[in-house]
Each structure stands twice: as structure tokens, then as C-alpha cells.
């Protein structure tokens, strides 16, 4: 009985058919580069590009102007990379945060607003939020 056809692959048709876009690695496939995922390293633990064009996308004043300067973005982007010192429960914890009651830039170099929130996700306008599922690739064993 296989994992990926009995759980993964169905969970990924599942997130396609929602809309998510799914890069699915398959099974007994090993990648030798790491673009076809969207990363620049295999090492990447988010996928930057696409986080930062999302954070744009998100952060609009009401009549859709894009206010986050690329300096913010790389502030936000390590803001939620970097966890040193924590252990996985607590780096969990403050990513939940971070997502879920988004964090702070210190001017909105557009308006002049201090300290504007910086959302990670859009709860209002989902469109505008990236859903990607990329499964883990793995090679099937006998029994797996």
C-alpha cells in the first residue's frame, strides 16, 4: 500500500480541484533542480520569491496601491525565516502569530502612516493570498 497514492496524491487532487496550484513531485522521483519547486535551493525553507510578490500584492492602500518598500519586504521575510534560539514548538508559535495577527512596518513611506500593519495573509481578499502545495519527493519502498 503506498502513502503517496492512498493520502498524498489524493490530498493534492483535492487542493487543485479548491483552486491551489499543486507541484507535485510524485513518487520514485527525485529532483535534481530546484526551480521546478520554485526554490533557488532545495536548503529553502520558504519560497521567497513568491512570498515577497505576495506581500505586495497583499499590503495595498484602499485604492490598491502597493505601499511595502523592497527594504520592508526583506525586514518581513526575515522576520519570519529567522527564529533563533527557539525550539520548533516556539518557532511554530510565533509563525502562527505572525500569520495570523500579521506584524508592524515602521512607516508607510506611501501615505506616511506610522507603524502600519503588515498583513501575511489576506483574510478579506483571498485571491490575492498564493496557495501552493508542493509534496515532499520520496522513492517508494516494498511495504511502504
Known sequence: MS?????????????????????DHGSGFIP?????SRRTSFREVI???EFRASLKRI???GDG?????DKQVGDVVREVVN???FGLLEANKTIFEL?????????????????????LIDFRHPERNS???????RIDTPGS
Open 65 to 69: 496601491r502597493q505601499w511595502l518598500t
Open 99 to 119: 500569520l495570523t495577527k500579521n506584524t508592524t512596518a515602521n512607516i508607510n513611506e506611501l501615505t506616511g502612516e506610522q507603524s502600519p500593519v503588515v498583513r
Open 3 to 23: 502513502e503517496y497514492s492512498n493520502v498524498e496524491k489524493p490530498f493534492l487532487d483535492k487542493l487543485r480541484q479548491l483552486g491551489w496550484e499543486v507541484i
Open 83 to 85: 527564529q533563533p534560539g
Open 32 to 36: 535534481q533542480d530546484p526551480a521546478i
Open 59 to 61: 499590503n495595498v492602500t
Open 47 to 49: 519560497l521567497e520569491q
Open 131 to 137: 496557495f501552493i502545495a508542493i509534496n515532499q519527493f
